[in-house]
């Protein structure tokens, strides 16, 4: 497998557009190994292994443990995640699965009990860009393996 397009070469203004989605979600005021919860767990969805490779890193490098990051695809089925990523990571799946049954009243209702309105938007947000660089980072056969977390720091 090769990269078909190296997205960031050859649209710089497209590329930069997605980066200002990506520093809103990092300059938010959700935890940092939340945010890399949803964007593997997305990505595990997505079947996207570029992002996979990334995000279990970023994971690791914030402080996340192997154990839950193992664990992250079957979570409802694990006592390692609290009330809130719980919530976090149903959000998550169902705004990833959009088409399959929305955004069931129930699950917005407990993202509601967890986190504030602008948290939620937050949310939203980091969970809408994942899904997009899932789709670029797939489409153009981005290679995983190569990402560190010192060069993106």
Known sequence: MTTRLE???VDATAYQAMMGV???VRKSELDKTLIELIKTRASQINGCAFCLDMHTKDA???GETEQ???ALSAW???PFFTPQERAALALTEAVTLISQQGVPDAIYEEVSR???PKQITQLLMAIIA???WNRIS???QMLPGSYQVEAAA
């Open 138 to 140: 797939i489409t153009t």
């Open 22 to 24: 990506e520093n809103y």
């Open 130 to 132: 994942i899904n997009a």
């Open 68 to 70: 839950r990051l193992y």
């Open 60 to 62: 690791r490098h914030a």
């Open 114 to 116: 967890h986190f504030t």
């Open 7 to 9: 997205f960031h070469k």
């Open 76 to 78: 409802q089925e694990t």
